[in-house]
């Protein structure tokens, strides 16, 4: 059995997508092997998926681009989430962080949001979906920010710490080192939650925000025509791995995320609200499909 992962090898993704391969080998009676498929937006490990028989012995570790912010930024994809996708379970979600360079005279989300209402203010992202949380907040708080886009964290973070703009948002599991280190100064934290780990920092929807949240999660797909009775047997295998405290504990500390155990008609509405919501942040930040 194969997991498709569009992600690099050493990635959070990857890793997870590793322990569950892990885990379903030996639920499952078969060996499980992780695929790295990256590039394209997620669109070649897509077609990797789709090139497979039907058969349930290749599954996708998808992610909130692929399914969600794709559809809403780019006119030709090829594929469409609700049609060319069966949906087995959610896996985990992860938050981000609105973070500054330390010796920034910024030091608080309300101040961000106060700098830009009288100045220029630069916001560094390293994917759509990061430029669409920052985009987000901007429209909340009825202000404007300069999307500064980038190509990974690594070279985001570098230019954050060396003061070249004014703030970025940052994937937390990794941002999390150059936070305690305090290389860089985290403001706010968008999950709906304060994560058990900085206590002290706030989230985005306490500062005044109520509607906001943001986070990065993934989910195992399957072939469309994979017969239900075998896609019932993923769903379950995966459902009890997703359930084990060494995997909960796992997700914790690996990915600093939490589990999101989405049976599969709960993962395609939640895609669906995803997909309505990144919608309508792209059209008032006036991101047009390209």
């Not at 349930?56 to 992610?63: A, R």
């Not at 949906?87 to 608080?108: E, M, N």
């Amino acid at each position: 059995m194969k997991i498709i992962c569009p992600f690099t090898s050493g990635s959070g993704a990857d890793v997870i997508a590793r322990h569950f391969g892990e885990r379903l080998s030996v639920s499952l009676r078969r060996p499980v092997i992780v695929d790295n498929k990256t590039g394209g937006n997620g669109v070649i490990a897509v077609q990797a998926l789709r090139s497979q028989p039907p058969d349930g012995s290749t599954i996708l570790l998808g992610n909130v681009s692929i399914m969600a912010i794709n559809p809403v930024l780019y006119r030709n994809l090829g594929y469409q989430p609700a049609q060319d996708f069966l949906p087995l379970s959610g896996v985990y979600r992860g938050s981000s962080v609105f973070a500054v360079h330390p010796g920034s005279q910024i030091t608080s989300l309300e101040q961000l949001v106060a700098r830009a209402k009288q100045a220029h203010v630069s916001v560094g992202s390293y994917s759509p979906g990061y430029r669409l949380a920052a985009e987000y907040l901007a429209g909340l708080a009825n202000v404007k920010f300069t999307d500064v886009p980038y190509r990974g964290q690594a070279p985001l973070l570098a230019d954050l710490m060396g003061g070249q703009m004014d703030a970025a948002v940052l994937e937390y599991g990794g941002a999390m080192p150059s936070i305690q280190a305090g290389r860089v100064r985290a403001l706010a934290i968008t999950s709906e939650q304060r994560h058990p780990q900085l206590p002290d920092l706030p989230t985005v929807k306490e500062l005044g925000y109520p509607e906001y949240y943001h986070y990065g999660w993934t989910a195992f797909f399957a072939h469309p025509q994979t017969p239900a009775k075998t896609a019932q047997g993923l769903t379950d295998a995966i459902s009890a791995t997703l359930r084990d405290p060494g995997t909960i504990g796992y997700i914790h500390k690996t990915v600093l995320g939490e589990p999101m155990p989405l049976a599969p008609g709960q993962l395609s509405s939640f895609i669906q609200t995803e997909t309505d919501r990144f919608a309508r942040v792209a059209r008032a930040a006036g991101m047009e499909p390209i």
